[in-house]
């Protein structure tokens, strides 16, 4: 793709989406990154990505986290974030040259890493570009770096692009500070949840893991003006995909307690380590939506998990209306059949990574025919691995465009 990965400066990109106010959309590419060897992705309202074990599901995801981690805290922070510095570049790949790019409306911020297999090798090149202006520049190994005619020293922790944030100076980067800065990804930690306390310092939006829940939930149940009813809209969801388990739940002295439908006595009221692990699940993915904030991303690994067919149609269909309503992007990857079909009439929707780690990921509707697509239940499909099968199995060749 012409423009891709440092062939050039910035090209045009898709203009805001026509909602109530302008919200910037995001393109995330990278080269050379574990399992996601060329990818180029614009994720988009409520879609899934799919692909067989293996694929990179859980990389992308890791992906998000080490460009938010990097902008916001230093590289040694996206390291963490994305589960460690080691063995970043791609398996077999014969390069240690990995590469990174964030492109939002006119703004291109592109990170390389020379990398080995135990993690950076040196300092690594960073470049902003405003249309077609390039605004900063350090190159690999460089002992300075460029901000237009100014020569700079490197920080310890902050990288150049966060440097120019902080001064002030450039208003113009505020899509791309607000779209890295609002990114949530989520991964929940259930045994963490079954402690039950609402003692948390963080408590206006969800932690990556979930580890606040109670928190932010008392939090919002004592300020329902301030958190806009964010705790009544998720105590009603939930009662719709739990409706045998919860009525509502109640605080004190910093303990949750879940009552059930028809509850009269306060013993009525059991701590979250008497909870299903599905609740649970529920309870995470619905205050993680409808604490974000209005234009952001969201991307939660596996949603399915733990969820009865009933509970994942039901919580869908929330995160469907909250993002119509805040212009979210919701990302889900998933192996669920069942999930897959609830997007028989978007199949572009569901992005395919593919276990050959080749250009990805690659919309069903592109990948496959969509007039057969339309003859079938897509979750059917995958289960006959028809698409996103492993290498080599019984429905489907190597390369997943030879059938349909």
């Known amino acids: 793709m012409a423009g891709y990965l440092g062939e050039s400066p910035a090209p045009k990109q898709p203009g805001p989406i ?20 060329d990818f180029s992705w614009t994720p988009g309202e409520v879609s899934l990505i799919v692909g067989p074990n293996g694929a990179g599901k859980t990389t ?12 916001m805290s230093g590289h040694e922070a996206g390291f963490a974030a994305a589960h460690g510095g080691d063995h970043f570049p791609s398996r077999g790949s014969g390069e240690d040259l990995v590469i990174f790019e964030v492109r939002v409306d006119d703004i291109l911020w592109r990170l390389r890493l020379p990398m080995s297999a135990a993690g950076l090798k040196g300092r690594y090149g960073e470049e902003l570009y405003h249309g077609d ?21 490197f920080e310890d922790i902050r990288c150049c692009a966060r440097v120019l944030w902080d001064r002030g100076s450039a208003p113009w980067m505020r899509p791309l500070f607000q779209a890295l800065s609002d990114l949530r990804t989520y991964d929940f930690w259930l045994h963490t949840v079954r402690e039950g306390t609402s003692r948390e ?70 701590p979250p380590r008497r909870q299903a692990d599905g609740l649970l699940t529920g309870l995470l993915q619905l205050t993680a939506v409808a604490g974000a904030k ?15 067919p009933h509970a994942i149609r039901s919580i869908l269909g929330a995160m469907r209306t909250i993002a119509a309503e805040r212009d979210l992007t919701i990302v889900l990857t998933t192996h669920s059949p069942l999930l897959m079909n609830e997007f028989g009439e978007e ?41 996103a099968a492993p290498p080599g199995s019984s429905g489907t060749a190597t390369d997943p465009r030879t059938a349909g």
């Open 201 to 270: 310092d963080a408590t206006s939006f969800l932690h990556g893991t979930g580890k606040n829940l109670w928190a932010v939930l008392a939090n919002w149940k004592q300020a329902p003006l301030r958190y806009k009813g964010q705790f009544e809209w998720v105590i009603q969801k939930a009662q719709e995909a739990f409706p045998d388990l919860i009525n509502t739940i109640e605080f004190d002295r910093n303990e949750a307690y879940v009552f059930p439908p028809g509850a009269t006595d306060p013993a009525d009221g059991l």
């Open 18 to 37: 026509a909602t109530g106010s302008p919200v910037s959309r995001i393109q995330i590419s990278c080269r050379n990154f574990r399992k996601l060897k």
């Open 347 to 387: 199949p572009g929707r569901i992005s395919i990574l593919s276990a050959d780690g080749g250009t990805m990921p690659i919309a069903l509707d592109k990948l496959k025919n969509p007039e057969w697509l339309a003859m079938f239940p897509l979750g059917e499909l995958y289960d006959r691995m028809k698409f």
């Open 294 to 308: 209005p234009g952001s991303i969201l991307a939660f690994d596996e949603m399915e998990n733990q969820l009865h």
């Open 60 to 71: 992308v995801l890791d992906l998000l986290r080490f460009l938010r981690g990097t902008f």
């Open 133 to 153: 202006k390039l605004i900063l520049r350090a190159d690999i190994y460089a002992e300075t770096w460029q901000l237009e005619k100014e020569s700079l020293s």
